[in-house]
């Protein structure tokens, strides 16, 4: 099963610092998500990225997708104990009507206060 | 609006035995998927539903069996469960947009426990 790499693995930090996770991979994608999962709940999306290059920011996240569509990063800014949880990338392959997604193991955050 | 709801939230489950999981979603999506999530593995879909009356198989569909007899209900079925089904599953409902994006909502998930 092919996977998208999620680094660092853990992270565990203080409240007001900053930090940012990577998602890799060989494959390029049509486009690429990020997801949140609280523990104990289903993941909820947070932002789709689908231009080669693109940055969005949603508040204190921002998201960028490579130049070539192959990876991208989260860069929160003074994180907030609120921001803890898994973070999952998901990268979506086009082929006709067919949709394939790939995920990521996740990198999983814990902002301590 | 409830979203995606998914029953049970826990279950335990000697070896052979059977149990169906259910999942529903009000928003009216055509797609419907069942995930199962493992440390280590990450997310890996079992079967997924693009509309009422069809499935298919996803990335490890053995051992388990789906039917979508109604739009807004997905059920999964485990006929004889095995120690290798436990797990935390997933449900999700899509909504699909601007040609191939699709925005996946996840319900709470249903953790099995197979002795």
């Known amino acids: 099963t092919q996977l998208l790499e999620q680094s660092p693995q853990f992270l565990s930090i203080q409240e007001g610092e900053n930090l940012t996770v990577y998602c890799n991979s060989s494959?390029?994608?049509?486009?690429l998500q990020w997801y949140r999962q609280e523990p104990g709940e289903g993941p909820v999306l947070l932002v789709t990225v689908v231009t080669g290059g693109e940055v969005k920011k949603l508040k204190r996240l921002t998201f960028q997708f490579g130049d070539a569509r192959k990876d991208s990063s989260l860069h929160i800014t003074a994180a907030q104990p609120g921001d803890t949880g898994l973070y999952l990338c998901a990268g979506a392959h086009n082929a006709g009507n067919n949709r394939k997604l790939i995920w990521g193991l996740g990198t999983s955050l814990a902002v301590n206060p | 609006n409830a979203g995606v709801t998914q029953t049970p939230k826990f279950r335990v489950l000697k070896t052979g035995q059977s149990m169906t999981l259910l999942c529903a979603q009000d928003m009216n999506h055509e797609y419907m998927y069942w995930y199962r999530q493992d440390p280590g593995m990450g997310l890996r879909l079992i079967h997924y539903?693009?509309?009422?009356?069809?499935?298919a198989k996803g990335e490890v569909p053995d051992g388990y069996n789906v039917s979508r007899l109604k739009k807004q209900n997905f059920l999964l079925g485990l006929e004889s469960a095995a120690p290798s089904q436990t797990s935390v599953y997933f449900c999700?409902?899509?909504?699909?947009?601007?040609?191939?994006?699709?925005?996946?909502?996840f319900g709470p998930g249903t953790r099995l426990l197979v002795l």
């Open positions: 494959s390029v994608f049509s486009s």
């Open positions: 999700a409902s899509i909504r699909r947009w601007g040609g191939y994006k699709e925005t996946q909502y």
């Open positions: 539903s693009v509309g009422e009356g069809t499935t």
